[in-house]
């Protein structure tokens, strides 16, 4: 079974600095997908970035950034210039295209993010 | 574009009471989940739609959970009757990818139903 592993529960960093929230994932397939999604206190969960497995080069989207290494099985995500808008809890997400069909998002335990102005 | 939706927002009933949430998913969009996250975890899929047929239930306690997407657009879960346990949040989701093509199609989440079970 894949599983998603987020050793980081909290972390906080100065606003305008930039901070980097630690993924790992266990699997044994070759195609999937890698997420990070947001999750402020409306609980609505926001995609920040995806990062497909066949791809070597890493996401980026603005401010957000990836170091994807999957031979060592890691994705982590670099927020730069940290803005108050950016605290919420992270969630890293594994997805596994099946023969199936089933998209299913299997979860990390979150890191929640604090921005001290 | 609209989002997700979902009602109610919150809801808090005694043990061994019924209740239903209810789904509105992206116009368009041909699949749907239903997510629980209880706190301090992250979401775990609990049902799959695909048009109006399940793909995976497999976490669905099914002796108290059940959920039905009738004509393939709305949604409903319901929990029948609820425990202490299952207090948590309760996430929809909807993506467009019917289950042939390979994309980097994301899942739309909708603002979470809050269940406080007492």
């Known amino acids: 079974a894949q599983t998603v592993t987020q050793s980081q529960p909290e972390m906080s960093v100065q606003e305008a600095e930039t901070v980097t929230l630690s993924c790992t994932y266990d699997t044994s397939e070759s195609d999937y997908y890698l997420f990070w999604y947001k999750q402020p206190p409306s609980r609505q969960m926001i995609l920040v970035i995806r990062q497909e497995a066949y791809k070597q080069q890493n996401a980026t989207e603005n401010r957000f950034s990836v170091n994807f290494q999957k031979a060592a099985k890691s994705f982590s995500l670099k927020i730069s210039d940290s803005q108050l808008g950016d605290a919420a809890m992270y969630f890293c997400?594994?997805?596994?295209?099946?023969?199936?069909?089933?998209?299913?998002?299997?979860f990390g335990t979150g890191t929640r993010l604090t921005i001290i102005p | 574009e609209a989002g997700v939706a979902q009602s109610p927002r919150y809801k808090i009933i005694e043990k061994r009471q019924s209740v239903a949430f209810w789904c509105n998913p992206i116009s368009g969009h041909a699949t749907l989940y239903w997510y629980q996250q209880i706190l301090g975890q992250g979401p775990k899929l609990l049902i799959q739609f695909q048009n109006n047929g399940v793909v995976d239930d497999s976490q669905l306690p099914k002796d108290r959970f059940s959920a039905e997407r009738l004509k393939g657009v709305d949604s409903t879960l319901k929990i029948q009757p609820a425990k202490l346990e299952d207090s948590a949040v309760y996430l929809c989701?909807?993506?467009?990818?019917?289950?042939?093509?390979?994309?980097?199609?994301?899942?739309?989440f909708g603002p979470g139903t809050r269940l406080t079970v007492l």
């Open positions: 997400a594994y997805r596994v295209i099946s023969n199936f069909g089933n998209e299913k998002l299997t």
């Open positions: 989701a909807s993506s467009t990818l019917p289950s042939l093509f390979l994309s980097t199609d994301t899942q739309y």
